[in-house]
């Protein structure tokens, strides 16, 4: 767990030291949901391996709007800070291990923690990187085709384009699979 952080750090190591106890080892198999629209988030996930995806339901589709692999922390912070239902569903693709924490367990700490800079540094560093890439993938939506969606993410996260199925990648950039195999066509091609 929290293979990322620099095990050289003394600020990184206190830090694994205070959560680390908090989190709990699951593993679930494909296509289970963790958290449905509309519930409250309790838990938070860090994923050790495996793969998460973010979906909404619009009109009775599924349309993702974000991935996470190893290495990644989500919940729906609205929901689990503030209580709110959650706006999304939480969903696994593959087979997947994440350490959990309960909301109960979590938010005293993360409070806590809060209140020390370094830790709330790195606190505000994942959540303005999270919503760069909230903005930024909305964005991609006026500002380029269904191609350069399609290009950039091959280009920006190759290893979604080799693990995540197809039809959740043509969703995730805005077009039907059938758009997406034209893309791919047409790429090969030229």
Known sequence: MFEK??????LSQEFINKYKPY???E???AKTVLLEEGAIANKVFWVSKGCLRVWINKDGQEVTFQFFLENSMVSSIESFWRGMPSKFTL??????????????DIRPL?????????????????IFQRTFDYV???LS?????????????????PELIQRIPQHYIASYI???????????????KS
Do not use: C
């Open 27 to 29: 593993v679930y198999p």
């Open 174 to 188: 805005g077009i039907s699979k059938v758009h997406l195999s034209r893309i791919k066509s047409k790429l090969l």
């Open 5 to 10: 952080v620099d095990k050289d750090s003394l």
């Open 141 to 157: 939506f006026v500002q380029s085709t269904p191609e350069e969606r399609y290009l950039k993410l091959y280009e920006s996260r």
């Open 91 to 104: 969903e696994t693709i593959e087979p997947t291990v994440v350490w959990v924490a309960d909301k109960e």
């Open 136 to 138: 930024n993938h909305s």
């Open 110 to 126: 993360l409070e806590d923690s809060l209140a020390t800079p370094e830790y709330r540094d790195l606190f505000i560093d994942v």
């Open 23 to 25: 989190f709990r080892e």
